[in-house]
Structure formats: structure tokens, C-alpha cells
């Protein structure tokens, strides 16, 4: 991604075959340059840490029993059988990150990117990634992944099985739909430029993926 930051949302592309097959399925990306001081991996900001604790109150046991029945979680959960996961093996995100709270007793700091990021999605049910700005080449899309590919450009990218869905650039598998980033593609703990993507399944509203995205970068980018 190059040229200036893009400050709205920008939809990504759909394979025919993923839009054909899982209409309804968006990607939204949009380019954060980080103003924080601290780095990615180190300790959060007063007001990044308060923000945890605050949620970490809010997300009890009551809540957490009933989330599943939530409109947005609910969404996630159906769409993961959809693509061939179970979502109580397989947990969507939101999901795994209250069970974390459940059995930590809080949502356990895990550096200012994973933070940011984490309140994202506890605030709006929409998970959001981040990848290197400056190691994606061209806009981002969903497809599924080629024979022999493997999941980013590094010499340690490993095999992707053929189909799986993946999210990808102009040349290459970035990160698994719902899964792991490339090793070669996540932000350095000094990354400046990142590129943040949030995943929209049917029956989300765009506002929630576009707000996500929004809470993401303003809090990477406030001083």
C-alpha cells in the first residue's frame, strides 16, 4: 500500500468463486500510521490500559454465558458453519477472547497493537487484523488459496491446503480468513504504517466493521 493514508474504509475485492459462494461476505481495510511512542509489542498507554480494565468489568460471567445469542457474535458463529467450522471448537473471535477473560479473570495486556486491536473487537464484535503496510503490494481481497501456495512471501511461509480461504494481496496469501498472519507480513514492533482489515459476515450491519476499523486506528495514531 503506498500514497496517502486512506482515511474512510476501503471495501476489498471477492474472489467470483468466494462471491458466488458467500454473498454477503465484505473486507474493509484502511491505513493507520502509528504516532504512539511506544512500541507495538511494549506496554500499553495509561489510557489503552484503562480502557481494558473497563471492559475487562464488563465482560462477566452472565455476559459471557449469553453472548453467543448476541446479533453480531450470532452472525459470526452461523457464518463459521457456513465455511465448514465449528464454532465451538473452532471459536469465532469475540468468543475466544471473552473465554480467555473467563479463565485470566481479565483480558491480560498483550502489548499496544494486540490491545488496540482487542478493543476493537470487544466493542464491536468485529474481529480486525493488522499487517505491515509496506509488505502489501496492491489492495486486499479474499479468495482461496492455490495449489502449492503458501501463506506470505517470507522463505518460512508454510503450505496452505488448496481452497482454503485466505486473505490476500495483488500476489500472495496474507493471512487465513479468520486465522494466523503471515510470519513475514506482521507488523515489526517499530512499524510506523500498518494496514488494518476487519472481516464482515451477513447479518452485521457495515457500520459495526466500519467503526472497528475506526477505534483501531485513532487509537494508534492519537499522540
Known amino acids: 500500500m503506498s ?43 495509561a489510557d489503552v490500559e484503562a480502557r481494558m480494565r473497563e471492559l475487562s468489568s464488563r465482560f462477566r460471567g452472565a455476559r459471557a454465558v449469553s453472548l453467543r445469542r448476541e446479533p453480531v457474535p450470532a452472525a459470526y458463529r452461523v457464518f463459521f ?36 486491536l482487542l478493543i476493537a473487537l470487544l466493542d464491536t464484535g468485529v474481529p480486525v487484523w493488522a499487517l505491515d503496510a509496506d509488505a502489501v503490494e496492491g489492495s486486499l481481497g479474499v479468495r482461496t488459496s492455490r495449489d502449492g501456495e503458501t501463506l506470505g512471501r517470507g522463505a518460512d511461509g508454510h503450505p496452505l491446503p488448496l481452497g482454503r480461504l485466505v486473505v490476500a494481496d ?22 510506523r504504517r500498518l494496514a488494518l482489515f476487519a472481516v464482515q459476515v451477513p447479518g452485521v450491519p457495515g457500520l459495526y466493521a466500519e467503526e472497528a476499523l475506526w477505534s483501531a486506528r485513532v487509537a494508534l495514531e492519537q499522540p
Open 3 to 45: 500514497g496517502a493514508p486512506v482515511l474512510e474504509p476501503v471495501p476489498g475485492w471477492l474472489a467470483p468463486e468466494v462471491e458466488q459462494e458467500l454473498p454477503g461476505l465484505r473486507l474493509l481495510s484502511v491505513e493507520a500510521n502509528v504516532a504512539r511512542r511506544q512500541r507495538l509489542s511494549g506496554d500499553s498507554p
Open 81 to 116: 458453519r457456513q465455511i465448514g467450522l465449528d464454532p465451538d471448537v473452532e471459536r469465532t473471535p469475540i468468543e475466544a477472547a471473552v473465554l480467555e477473560r473467563m479463565l485470566r479473570g481479565g483480558f491480560p495486556s498483550g502489548g499496544l497493537l494486540e490491545d488496540v
Open 170 to 191: 495483488g500476489s500472495s496469501a496474507l493471512a487465513v480468513l479468520f486465522g494466523s498472519v503471515a510470519r513475514a507480513h506482521t507488523p515489526s514492533p517499530g512499524a
